[in-house]
């Protein structure tokens, strides 16, 4: 006797294929969910410092900071990598520590002066020998070719033969880069815009092979700052970007393991994970 079929839903195996498919899609944003939450949270320190009482120069020399360890954490996170840069605190000799895991694996030193001969004396004191010695955009060449010139001087407090070999105008480490940034731009009030700017464009540049790493990418990058700036909850925030990201990859059609796999990487970069009521619901679309 002939079996007859009749039409039905997609089976379980196959629902399952497609969840894990859009989950896939969803978790290979997460990495660049970690990248926009390091911007994220630089708009955030950015926030703090120019809410201090310091003059424009010395303010844009602590917003230098932040953005370097802002976009070095970027990067690193859009790349996986472990390292990891930490503005010091305390009078510490360095302005960013790198690290790996608990090891301090590498330190800055960032100097933002009006001349690149004074920010050759500035950051070839003998206290900041081994460190990566960053100056403002436009600076690095000159201030190596003027290091070169000096040595080390008779008083032996600077050590210009040092700052001839490191100095940059970026961080590095393990591969991992911060973004070179002018003293003009350090002291401008549009350095939060240039930072999310910069952050959305090399999620594209990185290689995103799909809608949802590039619209997902994006919605975090600004729903983060809605979030810092308190225009959104977190839980909103968090929200929204599970929802961009998964209408980019399925349509529209969010299951409860795709929601999953992303609340889990809004989880990691500080957020508020989805609650257990909306991420436990059967499949959901979002209107």
């Known amino acids: 006797m002939t079996q007859m079929h009749s039409p039905h839903d997609p089976s379980e195996e196959t629902t399952t294929e497609r969840d894990v498919l859009q989950g896939a899609a969803v978790a290979t944003n997460a990495r660049q969910v ?13 926030k703090e410092v120019r809410s201090k009482g310091y003059g424009a ?23 996986g990598l472990t390292v990891k840069a930490t ?5 510490a000799a360095a302005d960013l520590k790198i690290t790996q895991g608990d090891q301090v694996v590498g330190e800055a030193q960032i100097k933002y002066r009006k001349t690149a001969a004074k920010a050759t004396k500035a950051v070839s004191h003998k206290k900041y ?12 060449e000159r201030v190596r070719d003027l290091a070169g010139k000096r040595g080390v001087d008779g ?35 549009r350095l939060g815009a240039r930072m999310v700017a910069g952050e959305a464009g090399a999620a594209a540049k990185a290689g995103a092979t799909s809608g949802a790493v590039i619209g997902g990418a994006m919605s975090a990058v ?9 225009e959104k909850t977190m839980l909103e925030a968090s929200g929204t970007i599970v929802k961009d990201t998964a209408l980019a990859a399925a349509g529209g ?35």
Request: include cysteine.
């Open 253 to 287: 059609a969010v299951s409860a393991a795709a929601t999953s796999v992303a609340t889990a990487g809004c989880a990691r970069i500080g957020l508020q994970a989805l609650s257990k009521g909306r991420a436990g619901r059967h499949r959901r679309h979002w209107h």
């Open 87 to 91: 503005r010091t605190t305390g009078g």
């Open 129 to 140: 020998d081994g460190m990566q010695k960053v100056v403002a955009e436009g600076q690095a």
């Open 57 to 79: 120069p010395q303010k844009g020399g602590f917003a230098a900071e932040v953005h370097h360890e802002a976009t070095f954490n970027a990067d690193a996170a859009r790349k």
């Open 155 to 189: 008083l032996g407090e600077h050590n210009y033969a040092d700052t001839s070999r490191t100095a940059a105008d970026r961080v590095e480490h393990s591969g991992a880069s911060s973004k070179p940034l002018s003293r003009d731009a350090a002291q401008s009030k």
């Open 222 to 230: 600004t729903n983060i700052k809605a979030a810092v700036s308190g």
């Open 34 to 46: 970690d990248s926009a939450a390091a911007i994220g949270e630089g708009l955030k320190n950015l």
